[in-house]
C-alpha cells in the first residue's frame, strides 16, 4: 500500500528521535501500536455486525418466502 523503503524509516526514526527524545520514542512507539490494534479490533467488529445482519436479513428473507 505505502511503498516506504529502508531511506524513509530511517528519515521518520531520526525525525522521531528530535521531536521526541530517546527516551519517550518507545513510549510513542508503544502507544502507536496499540492504537492500531485497537482500530483493527474495530473494523473486525463492524465486519463481523455486518456479516451478522446480513445473515439475519437473510434468514427473515427466506422466512417470508414461505
Not at 57 to 66: D, F, G, Q
Amino acid at each position: 500500500m505505502f511503498d516506504i523503503g529502508f531511506p524513509e524509516l530511517l528519515l521518520i526514526l531520526v525525525v522521531a528521535l528530535l521531536l521526541f527524545g530517546a527516551r519517550r520514542v518507545p513510549e510513542v512507539a508503544k502507544a502507536l501500536g496499540q492504537s492500531i490494534n485497537a482500530f483493527k479490533s474495530g473494523i473486525r467488529e463492524v465486519y463481523r455486525e455486518a456479516e451478522s445482519t446480513k445473515a439475519e436479513a437473510k434468514k427473515l428473507e427466506e422466512e417470508t418466502k414461505t
